[in-house]
């Protein structure tokens, strides 16, 4: 070792070097200590240099970590610092402070909260796909007004959804509707339609407050206005100007009001939600699934399961087995297991055929497609069942056991009357046509219940009153 003092000493030196003259440490430059301070600071190295102080083998675990910069507080008033908009707030104007001044009342308020509330099930995918579009956060708020975040809402005009899509909209954005389903209601595939309408809205006009504007009037009425305006392309321009429907008039400046006031819901004294946002997954079905039974056997709360899946229009998933059950993703594994039992996840009554039945009138009486009973029976043929024969038939709706209605005997109707067969017929649906026994009916032509009718053939039939 040379004669300078370790490393441990040179730090205890300099510490009592600033306790005993801050002077030193405050003021004097390297190489100009004041006169006076020279003995001290020798007096202070010779005791550093005879103290004992035990040499660590490593170093203790950092607490916390180190500024290297002095803290201070925010200049803001409040704690969450400026408002983050990527849309400017018209504030001045008198529309959208009309808005601001009603949102803010009591009842506004509580209505906000409310539907703040009502978002909290699909807020995380649909903040994913604005931040995957590249769209501005604000259009989170678009579904405020749209169906108050309600994805079975319908408006006067047919629209439905959390974005409200008309039936003749959908073309593009992989949404099906039919008697089973009806996806404009599907908060993924709405949400991602929504969103890529807006995005392609904000490319025609090149105007983020133009495109939202057009979501609500169309493409075609905006470019129409702009034509009149001679070209301008500013929503607020054109508003003044009279050249908007009267309901996009007030569309944008509804929208930046609840935007401006829900997007820092804190500093406006609104009530903030702690209700987690779902992280959803699809799981493909491979056949219908009763959707209460799927959420009691994978013990998921059935209210759950209705809320990711609002499309389906029964309780029960469609038939073709085309369809991608949602279900939180905390229960992923809990629903594959129970799927890939194989069971018949559906609730259903048993009927055996009796004398009188035909499927079609099984399929009204318990409000359940005729395509469906026969998606659910494997090799039935609906135009052929026999007595005695096992249908299973989806309970959608509370019933009692079917009972064909009473029928009269032939030898009580006068066969007087002709009906030529068409396409499709079978004595089962003459039968109801006429109020017979479909067995009469065959025994008084001639023929039985398993005669092949032809296209075009004329048969007996009773007069009817």
Same mark, same amino acid.
């Given at each position: 070792?040379?004669?300078?003092?370790?490393?441990?000493?040179?730090?205890?030196?300099?510490?009592?070097?600033?306790?005993?003259?801050?002077?030193?440490?405050?003021?004097?430059? #390297?190489?100009? =200590?004041?006169?006076?301070?020279?003995?001290?600071?020798?007096?202070?190295? %010779?005791?550093?240099?005879?103290?004992?102080?035990?040499?660590?083998?490593?170093?203790?675990?950092? *607490?916390?970590?180190?500024?290297?910069?002095?803290?201070?507080?925010?200049?803001?008033?409040?704690?969450?610092?400026?408002?983050?908009?990527?849309?400017?707030?018209?504030?001045?104007?008198? *529309?959208?402070?009309?808005?601001?001044?009603?949102? !803010?009342?009591?009842?506004?308020? *509580?209505?906000?909260?409310?539907?703040?509330?009502?978002?909290?099930?699909?807020?995380?995918?649909?903040?994913?796909?604005?931040?995957?579009?590249?769209?501005?956060?604000?259009?989170?708020?678009?579904?405020?007004?749209?169906?108050?975040?309600?994805?079975?809402?319908?408006?006067?005009?047919?629209?439905?959804? !959390?974005?409200?899509?008309?039936?003749?909209?959908?073309?593009?954005?992989?949404?099906?509707?039919?008697?089973?389903?009806?996806?404009?209601?599907?908060?993924?595939?709405?949400?991602?339609?929504?969103?890529?309408?807006?995005?392609?809205?904000?490319?025609?006009?090149?105007?983020?407050?133009?495109?939202?504007?057009?979501?609500?009037?169309?493409?075609?009425?905006?470019?129409?206005?702009?034509?009149?305006?001679?070209?301008?392309?500013?929503?607020?321009?054109?508003?003044?100007?009279?050249?908007?429907?009267?309901?996009?008039?007030?569309?944008?400046?509804?929208?930046?009001?609840?935007?401006?006031?829900?997007?820092?819901?804190?500093?406006?004294? !609104?009530?903030?939600?702690?209700?987690?946002?779902?992280?959803?997954?699809?799981? #493909?079905?491979?056949?219908?699934?009763?959707?209460?039974? !799927?959420?009691?056997?994978?013990?998921?709360?059935?209210?759950?399961?209705?809320?990711?899946?609002?499309?389906?229009?029964?309780?029960?998933?469609?038939?073709?087995?085309?369809?991608? =059950?949602?279900?939180?993703?905390?229960?992923?594994?809990?629903?594959?297991?129970?799927?890939?039992?194989?069971?018949?996840?559906?609730?259903?009554?048993?009927?055996?055929?009796?004398?009188?039945?035909?499927? %079609?009138?099984?399929?009204?009486?318990?409000?359940?497609?005729?395509?469906?009973?026969?998606?659910?029976?494997?090799?039935?043929? #609906?135009?052929?069942?026999?007595?005695?024969?096992?249908?299973?038939?989806?309970?959608?709706?509370?019933?009692?056991?079917?009972?064909?209605?009473?029928?009269?005997?032939?030898?009580?109707?006068?066969?007087?009357?002709?009906?030529?067969?068409?396409?499709?017929?079978?004595?089962?649906?003459?039968?109801?046509?006429?109020?017979?026994?479909?067995?009469?009916?065959?025994?008084?032509?001639?023929?039985?219940?398993?005669?092949?009718?032809?296209?075009?053939?004329?048969?007996?039939?009773?007069?009817?009153?």
């Amino acid at each position: 070792m040379s004669g300078r003092p370790p490393v441990r000493w040179l730090s205890i030196m300099f510490c009592m070097t600033f306790a005993l003259h801050p002077a030193i440490a405050t003021d004097a430059l #390297p190489g100009q =200590i004041p006169g006076d301070t020279e003995d001290a600071l020798a007096a202070a190295v %010779s005791t550093a240099l005879s103290l004992e102080v035990p040499v660590p083998t490593e170093a203790p675990p950092m *607490q916390r970590p180190m500024r290297a910069v002095p803290a201070s507080a925010p200049a803001w008033e409040h704690h969450a610092g400026p408002e983050l908009q990527s849309l400017p707030m018209p504030y001045g104007d008198a *529309q959208f402070e009309r808005y601001r001044a009603a949102y !803010l009342s009591p009842g506004g308020m *509580q209505w906000l909260e409310a539907v703040y509330e009502r978002s909290r099930p699909y807020a995380a995918y649909i903040q994913e796909r604005i931040r995957y579009y590249g769209v501005p956060d604000e259009l989170f708020f678009l579904p405020f007004i749209e169906s108050e975040y309600s994805p079975k809402a319908v408006s006067r005009s047919g629209a439905s959804g !959390l974005w409200q899509f008309m039936r003749n909209s959908v073309g593009g954005y992989n949404m099906r509707i039919d008697d089973w389903i009806d996806e404009r209601r599907d908060f993924m595939k709405s949400t991602d339609g929504a969103l890529r309408k807006l995005r392609s809205n904000y490319e025609h006009f090149g105007d983020w407050l133009l495109a939202i504007a057009s979501y609500n009037c169309g493409v075609g009425a905006m470019d129409k206005a702009i034509r009149a305006s001679g070209g301008q392309r500013d929503y607020w321009a054109l508003r003044d100007r009279g050249l908007l429907p009267k309901e996009t008039a007030l569309y944008i400046p509804k929208f930046l009001a609840i935007a401006s006031i829900a997007m820092h819901g804190g500093r406006n004294r !609104l009530s903030v939600s702690w209700t987690p946002s779902t992280d959803w997954v699809r799981i #493909p079905l491979d056949r219908p699934v009763d959707i209460g039974m !799927l959420a009691s056997t994978a013990n998921i709360p059935l209210d759950m399961v209705r809320a990711g899946n609002p499309e389906l229009r029964y309780a029960v998933t469609p038939p073709d087995g085309s369809y991608a =059950i949602k279900v939180p993703a905390e229960h992923e594994t809990a629903v594959r297991t129970v799927l890939a039992d194989k069971k018949v996840l559906m609730s259903v009554y048993m009927h055996m055929v009796k004398s009188g039945d035909t499927i %079609s009138a099984l399929a009204k009486y318990y409000e359940v497609p005729v395509s469906m009973i026969a998606r659910v029976n494997p090799g039935l043929n #609906p135009d052929h069942i026999r007595i005695g024969q096992s249908i299973v038939i989806p309970a959608f709706k509370d019933k009692k056991p079917y009972a064909a209605p009473e029928l009269p005997q032939g030898d009580e109707l006068t066969f007087a009357g002709r009906y030529v067969i068409a396409k499709g017929d079978t004595f089962w649906s003459i039968s109801l046509k006429y109020g017979v026994q479909p067995e009469v009916l065959a025994a008084k032509n001639g023929m039985s219940l398993s005669s092949i009718l032809h296209e075009g053939l004329s048969l007996v039939v009773p007069i009817l009153e």
